[in-house]
Protein backbone atom coordinates (compact mmCIF):
# COMPACT_ATOMS: atom_id res chain seq x y z
CA UNK A 1 0.00 0.00 0.00
CA UNK A 2 1.16 3.69 -0.63
CA UNK A 3 0.41 5.44 3.41
CA UNK A 4 0.34 9.09 3.82
CA UNK A 5 0.75 9.41 7.80
CA UNK A 6 -0.86 12.95 9.31
CA UNK A 7 0.54 14.26 12.35
CA UNK A 8 0.86 17.39 13.85
CA UNK A 9 4.32 17.14 14.81
CA UNK A 10 6.96 14.15 14.26
CA UNK A 11 10.13 13.54 16.24
CA UNK A 12 13.22 14.62 16.43
CA UNK A 13 12.31 16.55 19.08
CA UNK A 14 10.36 16.62 22.92
CA UNK A 15 7.17 14.78 22.09
CA UNK A 16 4.82 13.07 23.80
CA UNK A 17 3.43 9.22 23.17
CA UNK A 18 1.31 9.79 19.61
CA UNK A 19 4.68 11.61 17.92
CA UNK A 20 6.87 8.01 19.20
CA UNK A 21 4.35 5.98 18.30
CA UNK A 22 3.30 7.09 14.99
CA UNK A 23 7.64 7.04 14.40
CA UNK A 24 7.71 3.91 15.07
CA UNK A 25 4.81 2.95 13.02
CA UNK A 26 6.16 4.82 10.30
CA UNK A 27 9.41 2.67 10.60
CA UNK A 28 7.75 -0.56 10.74
CA UNK A 29 5.22 0.04 7.70
CA UNK A 30 8.07 1.22 5.89
CA UNK A 31 9.66 -2.40 5.64
CA UNK A 32 6.30 -3.34 3.67
CA UNK A 33 4.73 -0.11 2.41
CA UNK A 34 5.30 3.21 0.68
CA UNK A 35 5.28 5.66 3.75
CA UNK A 36 4.96 9.44 3.13
CA UNK A 37 4.62 11.45 6.36
CA UNK A 38 2.68 14.82 6.47
CA UNK A 39 3.63 17.02 9.76
CA UNK A 40 4.25 20.43 10.54
CA UNK A 41 7.45 22.25 10.59
CA UNK A 42 7.99 23.21 14.08
CA UNK A 43 10.57 24.08 15.27
CA UNK A 44 10.72 26.08 11.94
CA UNK A 45 14.87 25.30 11.66
CA UNK A 46 13.85 21.50 10.86
CA UNK A 47 14.25 20.23 7.59
CA UNK A 48 11.27 20.90 4.74
CA UNK A 49 11.74 17.47 3.16
CA UNK A 50 13.62 14.60 4.06
CA UNK A 51 14.19 10.67 4.08
CA UNK A 52 14.43 8.36 7.16
CA UNK A 53 14.42 4.66 7.72
CA UNK A 54 12.89 4.35 4.28
CA UNK A 55 10.01 6.46 4.66
CA UNK A 56 9.99 10.00 3.26
CA UNK A 57 8.98 13.21 6.11
CA UNK A 58 7.24 16.17 4.22
CA UNK A 59 7.40 19.01 6.90
CA UNK A 60 4.86 22.02 6.33
CA UNK A 61 5.01 25.73 7.85
CA UNK A 62 3.36 26.66 10.77
CA UNK A 63 1.01 29.78 10.84
CA UNK A 64 1.74 31.71 14.20
CA UNK A 65 -1.89 33.67 14.41
CA UNK A 66 -3.66 31.28 16.63
CA UNK A 67 -7.32 32.20 15.32
CA UNK A 68 -5.83 31.40 11.76
CA UNK A 69 -3.43 28.61 12.45
CA UNK A 70 -6.02 25.99 12.04
CA UNK A 71 -7.44 27.13 8.47
CA UNK A 72 -3.63 27.27 7.15
CA UNK A 73 -2.69 23.73 8.45
CA UNK A 74 -6.04 22.25 7.55
CA UNK A 75 -5.45 23.90 4.21
CA UNK A 76 -1.45 22.92 3.65
CA UNK A 77 -2.14 19.32 4.84
CA UNK A 78 -4.88 18.92 1.72
CA UNK A 79 -2.39 20.53 -0.44
CA UNK A 80 0.17 18.28 0.08
CA UNK A 81 -1.65 15.18 -0.05
CA UNK A 82 -2.83 16.44 -3.08
CA UNK A 83 0.44 16.88 -4.72
CA UNK A 84 1.54 13.42 -3.35
CA UNK A 85 2.29 11.18 -6.61
CA UNK A 86 1.09 8.49 -6.41
CA UNK A 87 -1.66 9.46 -5.01
CA UNK A 88 -2.13 7.14 -1.70
CA UNK A 89 -4.24 4.62 -1.27
CA UNK A 90 -5.05 5.78 2.15
CA UNK A 91 -4.51 8.19 4.91
CA UNK A 92 -3.74 7.36 8.28
CA UNK A 93 -4.27 10.02 10.60
CA UNK A 94 -3.31 10.46 14.23
CA UNK A 95 -5.77 12.22 16.41
CA UNK A 96 -8.91 13.99 15.22
CA UNK A 97 -8.15 17.01 15.62
CA UNK A 98 -6.77 18.76 13.25
CA UNK A 99 -5.01 15.65 11.36
CA UNK A 100 -8.08 14.17 11.36
CA UNK A 101 -10.00 17.18 9.98
CA UNK A 102 -7.87 17.91 7.54
CA UNK A 103 -7.76 14.21 6.72
CA UNK A 104 -11.34 13.65 5.76
CA UNK A 105 -11.30 16.94 3.55
CA UNK A 106 -8.86 15.92 1.64
CA UNK A 107 -9.70 12.95 1.29
CA UNK A 108 -13.77 13.46 0.16
CA UNK A 109 -11.61 15.84 -2.12
CA UNK A 110 -9.68 13.76 -3.83
CA UNK A 111 -11.22 9.79 -3.23
CA UNK A 112 -8.90 8.45 -0.58
CA UNK A 113 -10.09 6.61 2.04
CA UNK A 114 -9.36 7.75 5.43
CA UNK A 115 -8.32 6.10 8.80
CA UNK A 116 -8.29 8.00 11.97
CA UNK A 117 -6.63 7.09 15.20
CA UNK A 118 -7.85 8.40 18.71
CA UNK A 119 -4.69 8.71 20.86
CA UNK A 120 -6.44 10.17 24.08
CA UNK A 121 -9.07 10.10 25.79
CA UNK A 122 -9.50 13.83 26.03
CA UNK A 123 -10.19 13.64 21.96
CA UNK A 124 -13.75 11.41 22.74
CA UNK A 125 -14.71 13.30 25.71
CA UNK A 126 -17.08 15.56 24.17
CA UNK A 127 -18.40 16.93 27.37
CA UNK A 128 -15.40 18.82 28.16
CA UNK A 129 -15.29 20.86 24.53
CA UNK A 130 -17.80 22.10 22.17
CA UNK A 131 -15.07 21.76 19.86
CA UNK A 132 -14.65 18.13 20.03
CA UNK A 133 -18.75 17.67 20.12
CA UNK A 134 -18.91 19.53 16.87
CA UNK A 135 -15.84 18.15 14.97
CA UNK A 136 -15.32 14.54 16.59
CA UNK A 137 -18.50 13.11 15.56
CA UNK A 138 -18.23 14.26 12.00
CA UNK A 139 -14.68 13.27 11.74
CA UNK A 140 -15.37 9.91 13.08
CA UNK A 141 -18.56 9.28 10.71
CA UNK A 142 -16.76 10.25 7.40
CA UNK A 143 -13.35 7.64 8.18
CA UNK A 144 -13.51 4.80 6.60
CA UNK A 145 -12.26 3.32 10.42
CA UNK A 146 -11.80 4.57 13.48
CA UNK A 147 -9.06 3.34 15.92
CA UNK A 148 -8.73 3.43 19.37
CA UNK A 149 -5.92 2.11 21.77
CA UNK A 150 -8.10 -0.07 24.42
CA UNK A 151 -11.29 -1.50 24.86
CA UNK A 152 -11.71 1.01 27.75
CA UNK A 153 -10.90 3.49 25.45
CA UNK A 154 -13.73 2.01 22.67
CA UNK A 155 -16.46 1.80 25.12
CA UNK A 156 -15.81 5.46 26.94
CA UNK A 157 -15.97 7.12 23.28
CA UNK A 158 -19.67 4.53 22.69
CA UNK A 159 -20.92 5.91 25.51
CA UNK A 160 -19.92 9.75 24.67
CA UNK A 161 -21.41 9.13 21.13
CA UNK A 162 -24.92 7.88 22.74
CA UNK A 163 -25.19 11.01 24.57
CA UNK A 164 -23.89 13.72 22.63
CA UNK A 165 -24.29 12.52 18.90
CA UNK A 166 -26.69 9.24 18.96
CA UNK A 167 -27.36 9.80 15.44
CA UNK A 168 -23.85 9.15 14.48
CA UNK A 169 -23.04 6.22 16.80
CA UNK A 170 -24.73 3.69 14.42
CA UNK A 171 -22.14 4.23 11.35
CA UNK A 172 -19.43 4.90 13.83
CA UNK A 173 -19.50 1.86 15.77
CA UNK A 174 -19.40 -0.47 13.00
CA UNK A 175 -16.07 1.12 12.14
CA UNK A 176 -14.43 0.93 15.30
CA UNK A 177 -11.69 -0.97 15.88
CA UNK A 178 -8.87 -1.59 18.51
CA UNK A 179 -5.39 -1.52 17.73
CA UNK A 180 -2.79 -0.87 20.92
CA UNK A 181 0.46 0.53 20.65
CA UNK A 182 3.41 -1.13 19.75
CA UNK A 183 6.23 -1.99 21.60
CA UNK A 184 9.91 -2.97 21.90
CA UNK A 185 10.28 -5.82 24.36
CA UNK A 186 14.08 -5.48 25.77
CA UNK A 187 15.79 -8.18 27.91
CA UNK A 188 13.72 -7.60 31.58
CA UNK A 189 15.98 -6.44 34.16
CA UNK A 190 15.06 -7.26 37.23
CA UNK A 191 16.36 -5.02 40.32
CA UNK A 192 16.80 -1.68 39.57
CA UNK A 193 17.97 1.52 42.57
CA UNK A 194 15.85 3.76 44.98
CA UNK A 195 14.79 6.46 42.76
CA UNK A 196 10.82 6.88 41.73
CA UNK A 197 10.42 8.34 38.08
CA UNK A 198 7.72 10.05 36.12
CA UNK A 199 7.80 10.48 32.83
CA UNK A 200 5.29 13.36 31.17
CA UNK A 201 4.69 16.44 29.72
CA UNK A 202 4.86 19.55 32.28
CA UNK A 203 1.46 20.14 32.05
CA UNK A 204 -1.37 20.23 34.46
CA UNK A 205 -2.79 17.44 33.02
CA UNK A 206 -0.04 15.19 34.18
CA UNK A 207 -0.13 15.05 37.92
CA UNK A 208 3.25 16.03 38.55
CA UNK A 209 2.33 18.32 41.59
CA UNK A 210 0.89 15.02 42.76
CA UNK A 211 3.74 12.89 42.59
CA UNK A 212 6.15 15.50 43.87
CA UNK A 213 3.89 15.79 47.11
CA UNK A 214 4.03 12.08 47.24
CA UNK A 215 7.94 11.26 46.98
CA UNK A 216 8.23 14.07 49.72
CA UNK A 217 5.73 12.55 52.20
CA UNK A 218 7.22 9.29 51.48
CA UNK A 219 10.93 10.70 51.97
CA UNK A 220 12.04 8.66 48.27
CA UNK A 221 14.01 10.62 45.85
CA UNK A 222 12.62 11.13 42.68
CA UNK A 223 13.12 11.62 38.94
CA UNK A 224 11.23 13.55 36.25
CA UNK A 225 11.74 13.27 32.94
CA UNK A 226 9.66 15.97 30.71
CA UNK A 227 9.40 19.71 29.62
CA UNK A 228 6.87 21.76 29.65
CA UNK A 229 5.19 25.04 30.93
CA UNK A 230 4.96 23.75 34.82
CA UNK A 231 8.84 23.37 34.93
CA UNK A 232 9.90 26.07 37.17
CA UNK A 233 7.07 25.57 39.39
CA UNK A 234 7.32 22.06 39.78
CA UNK A 235 11.12 22.81 40.21
CA UNK A 236 9.77 25.35 43.07
CA UNK A 237 7.63 23.06 44.82
CA UNK A 238 10.24 20.47 45.47
CA UNK A 239 12.79 22.38 46.53
CA UNK A 240 10.04 24.03 49.03
CA UNK A 241 9.33 20.17 50.09
CA UNK A 242 13.01 19.33 50.89
CA UNK A 243 12.68 16.90 48.08
CA UNK A 244 15.77 15.00 46.31
CA UNK A 245 14.01 15.89 42.77
CA UNK A 246 16.15 15.73 39.98
CA UNK A 247 14.70 17.23 36.70
CA UNK A 248 16.12 15.77 33.75
CA UNK A 249 14.27 17.36 31.03
CA UNK A 250 13.89 15.77 27.63
CA UNK A 251 15.59 12.65 28.05
CA UNK A 252 16.80 11.14 24.95
CA UNK A 253 16.11 7.14 24.16
CA UNK A 254 19.31 5.24 25.42
CA UNK A 255 19.57 8.11 28.40
CA UNK A 256 15.63 7.30 29.18
CA UNK A 257 16.52 3.58 28.81
CA UNK A 258 19.10 3.83 31.69
CA UNK A 259 16.93 5.60 33.76
CA UNK A 260 14.04 2.89 34.60
CA UNK A 261 16.89 0.72 34.98
CA UNK A 262 18.13 3.00 37.65
CA UNK A 263 14.73 3.18 38.95
CA UNK A 264 12.70 1.19 41.74
CA UNK A 265 9.15 2.02 40.40
CA UNK A 266 7.43 4.23 37.87
CA UNK A 267 4.56 6.57 38.23
CA UNK A 268 1.96 7.91 36.03
CA UNK A 269 -0.84 9.64 38.15
CA UNK A 270 -2.37 11.81 35.18
CA UNK A 271 -5.39 13.47 35.88
CA UNK A 272 -6.78 12.58 32.13
CA UNK A 273 -5.43 12.42 28.76
CA UNK A 274 -3.93 9.16 28.39
CA UNK A 275 -5.17 6.37 25.83
CA UNK A 276 -2.67 3.65 26.50
CA UNK A 277 0.45 5.46 28.30
CA UNK A 278 3.84 4.52 26.68
CA UNK A 279 5.73 5.50 29.76
CA UNK A 280 3.65 2.63 31.71
CA UNK A 281 4.53 0.04 28.39
CA UNK A 282 7.85 0.95 28.31
CA UNK A 283 8.29 0.55 32.31
CA UNK A 284 6.30 -3.15 32.56
CA UNK A 285 8.13 -4.22 29.35
CA UNK A 286 11.64 -3.93 31.59
CA UNK A 287 9.69 -5.35 34.49
CA UNK A 288 9.33 -2.58 36.46
CA UNK A 289 6.53 -2.11 39.08
CA UNK A 290 4.27 0.67 37.84
CA UNK A 291 1.81 2.93 40.08
CA UNK A 292 -0.88 4.93 38.29
CA UNK A 293 -3.88 6.61 38.39
CA UNK A 294 -6.93 4.60 36.56
CA UNK A 295 -7.42 6.95 33.71
CA UNK A 296 -8.93 5.28 30.76
CA UNK A 297 -6.04 2.99 29.17
CA UNK A 298 -4.74 2.43 32.09
CA UNK A 299 -7.35 0.32 33.39
CA UNK A 300 -6.57 -2.03 31.08
CA UNK A 301 -3.14 -2.27 31.19
CA UNK A 302 -2.96 -2.44 34.94
CA UNK A 303 -4.81 -4.75 37.41
CA UNK A 304 -4.45 -3.31 40.96
CA UNK A 305 -2.39 -5.29 43.08
CA UNK A 306 -1.51 -7.89 40.22
CA UNK A 307 0.27 -6.24 37.40
CA UNK A 308 0.92 -2.76 39.70
CA UNK A 309 -1.06 -0.40 41.91
CA UNK A 310 -3.71 1.85 41.44
CA UNK A 311 -4.11 5.31 43.16
CA UNK A 312 -7.24 7.55 42.97
CA UNK A 313 -6.80 10.64 41.28
CA UNK A 314 -5.35 14.11 42.93
CA UNK A 315 -4.36 11.91 46.24
CA UNK A 316 -0.44 12.44 47.10
CA UNK A 317 -1.03 10.75 50.23
CA UNK A 318 -2.44 7.64 48.45
CA UNK A 319 0.62 7.70 46.36
CA UNK A 320 2.93 8.48 48.95
CA UNK A 321 1.54 5.32 50.61
CA UNK A 322 1.74 3.03 47.43
CA UNK A 323 5.50 4.26 46.70
CA UNK A 324 6.55 3.11 50.74
CA UNK A 325 4.88 -0.08 49.77
CA UNK A 326 7.05 -0.73 47.09
CA UNK A 327 10.39 0.67 48.29
CA UNK A 328 10.05 -1.02 51.37
CA UNK A 329 8.29 -4.15 49.76
CA UNK A 330 10.94 -6.01 47.40
CA UNK A 331 9.12 -8.91 46.92
CA UNK A 332 6.17 -7.28 46.27
CA UNK A 333 8.03 -4.57 43.37
CA UNK A 334 9.90 -8.27 42.03
CA UNK A 335 6.20 -9.50 42.11
CA UNK A 336 4.71 -6.71 40.39
CA UNK A 337 7.11 -6.36 37.81
CA UNK A 338 7.20 -10.20 36.48
CA UNK A 339 3.84 -9.86 35.86
CA UNK A 340 3.53 -6.84 34.23
CA UNK A 341 5.97 -7.94 31.91
CA UNK A 342 3.90 -10.81 31.61
CA UNK A 343 1.04 -8.74 30.56
CA UNK A 344 2.77 -6.41 28.32
CA UNK A 345 3.89 -9.14 25.62
CA UNK A 346 1.03 -9.13 23.68
CA UNK A 347 2.17 -5.23 22.41
CA UNK A 348 5.15 -6.63 20.92
CA UNK A 349 5.45 -5.08 17.80
CA UNK A 350 5.06 -8.34 15.85
CA UNK A 351 1.90 -8.97 17.49
CA UNK A 352 0.30 -5.80 17.03
CA UNK A 353 1.70 -4.41 13.13
CA UNK A 354 -0.55 -7.38 11.95
CA UNK A 355 -3.72 -5.77 13.65
CA UNK A 356 -2.96 -2.25 11.77
CA UNK A 357 -2.29 -3.92 8.82
CA UNK A 358 -5.78 -5.70 8.37
CA UNK A 359 -7.89 -2.70 9.10
CA UNK A 360 -5.77 -0.84 6.53
CA UNK A 361 -6.11 -3.19 3.92
CA UNK A 362 -10.00 -3.45 4.60
CA UNK A 363 -10.42 0.44 4.32
CA UNK A 364 -8.65 0.45 1.33
CA UNK A 365 -10.68 -2.43 -0.33
CA UNK A 366 -13.68 -1.44 1.22
Request: net charge positive; glycine share 10%; hydrophobic share 45%.
Amino acid sequence: MNLALLIGHFPPGPFGGAELQAEGWARRLADRHRITVITRRDPPDQPPRETREGYQVIRLPVSRLPVWRTAADVAAIGRAVGALAPRPDLLLCFQTFVSGLAGVRAGRRLGIPVVVWIRGETEYQLDRSRTHRWIGPRVWEEAAAVLVQSPQNQVELIQQLERFAPARLGKVRRRLHVVPNGLDLPAASPGGGKRVLTVGRLIPEKGMDVVIDAAAEAKLPLTVVGEGPERGALEARARTAGLDCQFEGYASRERLDALYREASCVVLAARRGEGLPNVLLEAMARSRAVIATPCAGVRDLVTDGVTGLLVAFDQPGELAAALARVARGRELAERLGQEARRAVERFGWPRVLPDLEQVLAQSVEA
